[in-house]
């Protein structure tokens, strides 16, 4: 029973984990895409804000100013992707695998000149994003050690839940969300009723850009300590991937992003005590996701107009 | 009309000398046009005569090049939709301005919804549509989707869209194309019980006999020019035609008297679900024999257009026969029924009927590619190809000429059209199905289509006809079936039928019991 | 008719926008070189001096040929109206298969193992699609995200045979064995040192040139090709004319995966010679779609712009040399592709001309048809 408790908390502390900084961009992801905006830049976006996050939190002392800086980062190149995509009527693939390529490109660069390495200097205990309620469970008992597994986790973990619900109340209950919704399903007919489909656009685009920014810098300011190249390895699609799973929905996507993020929990406790192939192990976060999908999820109804872009005519 | 609302001290709108430009094409010519307080003014013009393009001005979709534009006397610029709704202009599109997955509630209030705090007040939203709803006669479910209502039920969410913005001037953009002749009574209805309640409305319409029944004054366009502003009780049907078109127009087609032959299409007892899974085809029977035309008349919605996709192969039938000389193709692939005898005229041109990226020359090959002479070991053969894309666009009357490696998307509509009937007439099948042949052309191309249409029966092919333009229907068939929830309720020789007696059955009164 | 100007040049001409999206971005690169106090002309001279040798320039046409093929493999994809975002786990798992095939028959001669190699490579990439596209058309599940999915499955896959006993390197490497001698692309060491090439070379870009012609003949002269681009295109009108959409999605993504692997088999048997257990995706595919977008589909346009990534790619490496960072080829690369895609307000451009001429044309048809009616 103790093992199961102990095993139970770590997978569900990888868990948590594993999901903050995916469920960050596919907050982000949702924005983008119901606005009507394809972005598969997500992974470029979160690469700037996972090196601008841990740069700024290094260079100030501050986790939180990084932190913020490392949306901000994102944002930056958000707006690039909305101006390409959303003012210029770009296609969205391509400007989407450009910003993929800019957003490594230039920090990679930056940390070059700043530190003469790919890598970033490590950041101190003090640098990184905050644990909370360290120490407040009595951890020599068995349940006390599965809540300070699992409830004494970083502040950007306990934020994301938060932000889920923020941007659950946005999309459903807002007028904002309305709106936004309404934009990517029929752009034509907001314009026609006084809706600024470009402004609207604009803003989620760059609004997707500041959520991945944060999600990056989730992961080299909390279990990390440092940005490399390979920090943002793919987490950004998994992100997009989680957001489709989630059928466009910032519910859904937390769906998604737990169920990937426990099966990543689940690997690292497998990995570590069972005899199967570490590498077989790692393929199960990938693999359930397609079972569940054909078992359970099914055909994910695209915005109809996402894609698309949209032009006014003058 | 006795223009009792009318208020002709009143004018409301005004545009003058309006001009729009895009680029060296002149779309509007110096354009005049007074609506007064009370009144129904119709716009009269062929497709592509500039209605359109005047009426997005009026309602800050456009930027005018030159002219004004004046609201209750008082001359504005408009810069966008939200400009003309704060005047007072409300505008119903001809294709809805709907958000399919959105209740009716939240389409009517998008744009302007309550709001108590920085929350959406959905229940104060819905109380309002209600009302409002109520106040006009215009009956609608607030809770549904649009997705789940009718088409007349979506034009009532339109205009309750504009009224909810308190407009007072209504623009209705070609509203009767998808209406039965029972829901366009209630739509005159309707517009009667707004005007009297003074509002102005402004109907852009290419149907005459609408304008009769409606309209106080109709103002008349012709290829960017204005033509005229007459009183509609002064004037007849032909008179409009004529200031439309520019010329005589005859709304006769010439159609010899024949003796059908034997039965080319038979379906039998045919069962079939819409997308929804709901069944839509309830039972069907039906016949189409060599050298007739037999027309479908059928309110949207009543099985018709499943009942040509299971025909041609595109939707899974539940259950039945569909025998094309003597084949059943029932549930088997478009291309075994082709090869069978159907060719279609399909109702949706650009979903259906074309690769607009495609060239001309690809298009007019789309079912036969594997056939000698246009590929021969899979291998395409260019200018076999090429050479048929010639005579083509020379026999139909393709414009521009010279047009063979030109992607399908750069030509106008009519012309589009002419492409799928060239190659469905070329095909040769014993069985054309042509549905809603001529939406959205003007009358050139309407009168050119319904030619080709003809002469394919009096080559002593059978044709089946589905079109929701009941005056389409009766001109062309020498059968006519009304088909009505999923059956065809009855069956009329061409020659017999009135539009009375159609319309009532088309609505379910003929239903068999 | 009207003289045209440089905008109506540009506007009609995919070319000149990609060479000006190029030129920009080399732009912007030296932008970056400023900024750090770095000289434009150093780095930029070391980039062109090191793919102009022929000894370089061997290094770029070698480091090409995957880059060509996988963005073949993209560009058929886009062409038949599919993302294949897939192609990085098409060519890691084609790399695999040719690695396996070729350490496990090390004996069968040359002339067999090769194309067995290249066979293998190809069946398994061509699964790989196969798959996804299977998921696509029974289950309606989206093919980006079952894409993304499968090419970390893949990787995984990779690391998992590369470690199994049979294939492992007995030395202390994290990686497979070599690959047979017999499967081996490269030229002989003497021809190599006798002309000068790189100690790479090899016959592997013949491959990617009969590829291009490939891919190039069936999207353009076959009935296959047509029928793939009609689903691409309007999958309702291919429908329509009597075309299997299902049977062609799987067809578009099978011959797209194929070559996927065939691009992982190219790498591995010219250059690579073993696979290691990866750290991290080594994102050949996703080079796949920078190419395919360069050469905006067009096989030929992909053979050039694989050709000059390649060129970058190699060129880049001897950047550091001078003091610059590699990185700084993304960013060029990234900024090419950037223009590239807003480069569309020119075709918008056009396209509202064209617009405009359609009407001008319909209204002239109509007055012309009028007339003659009037005469009458």
Redesign the interface.
Known sequence: MTNFWNSFGIILYATLIYATPLLYAALGSCFSEVSGVVNIGIEGMMTAGAFTGTVIAYFTGNPWIGFLCGGLAGAFFGMLHAIATVNLGADQTIAGTAINMLGPGIVIMIAKVLFNSTDTVPLTASQKIPKLFSGVFDTSTVFGRFMDNVFANYASTYLVFLAVIVVWFVFYKTRFGLRLRACGEHPQACETLGINVIAMRFTCVCLSGFLAGLGGACVTMTVSTQFRPISIVGQGFIAIAAVIFGKFRPHGALVGCLLFGFCSGLKVVLGGSSGINMHLISMIPYVVTVIVLILFVGKSRVPAANGKPYIKTK | MSKEYVDMSTPVIEMRNIVKK????V?NDGINLTVHKGEIHAILGEN?AGKSTLMNQL?G???PTSGDILVNGKKIVMN???DA?DAGIG?V?QHF??????SVT?NIV????P?KG???DMATARKNVVEISERYGLSIDPDAKIEDISVGMQQRVEIL?ALYRGADILILDEPTSSLTPQEIVELIAIMHNLVKDGKSIIIITHKLKEIKESADFCTIIR??KYIDTVDVDKVDENDLASMMV??KVSFKVDKPEQTPGEVVLDVKDLHCKDYRGIEIVKGLNLQVRRGEIVGIAGIDGNGQTELVEVI?G?RKGVSGHILVNGTDVFNK???FG?EHGVSSI?ADRQ????????SIE?NLI??N??ENPF?KR???QRDPIFKHATQSIDGYDI??RQSEKRPAG???G??QQKVIIAREVQNDKDLLIAVNPTRGL?V?AIEYVHKYIVDQRNKGKAVLLVSFELDEIMSLSDVIDVIFDGQIVCSIPGKDANENDLGLMMAGGGKKS | MKKKSFLDSVADSTFIQILISIILGFLVGAIFLMIMGLSVGAAYGRLINSVTSLKGFSYVVVYSVPYIVAGLSVAFSFKTGVFNIGAEGQFVVGSMAACVVSILCPNIPKPLLIPLCFLAAMAAGALWGIIVGFLKTKWGINEVLSMIMFNWIAFYLSNFIAGLPAIKSEGSAEATKNIAANASMLFSKDFIKRVGLCPTANWGILVAIAMMLIVWFIIEKTTLGYELKAVGSNKFAAEYGGINVNRSILTALAISGALGGLAGALQLMGMGSRISIFSSQEGFGFAGIVVALIGVSNPFGVFVSGLFYGALMYGGSKLNLVGAPTQLINVIVGTVVFFIAISVIFKNLNRRRARANRNAEAAIDKRASLQKEDKK
């Open positions: 895009f680029g060296d094409f779309a592509g309602y979709l456009l930027k966008n939709p939200r709704i505008m599109h301005m709907l958000v399919q997955p959105f939240e998008l744009g302007t919804e709001v920085v929350k959406l869209k290829m960017g520019g010329r041609t595109l692939p478009p291309r082709f399909p979903k259906h009927g074309l690769v607009l990226d495609f690809d789309l079912q590619y594997e590929s899979k291998v395409l414009r521009p750069t030509l106008s009519g012309n003007d050139g």
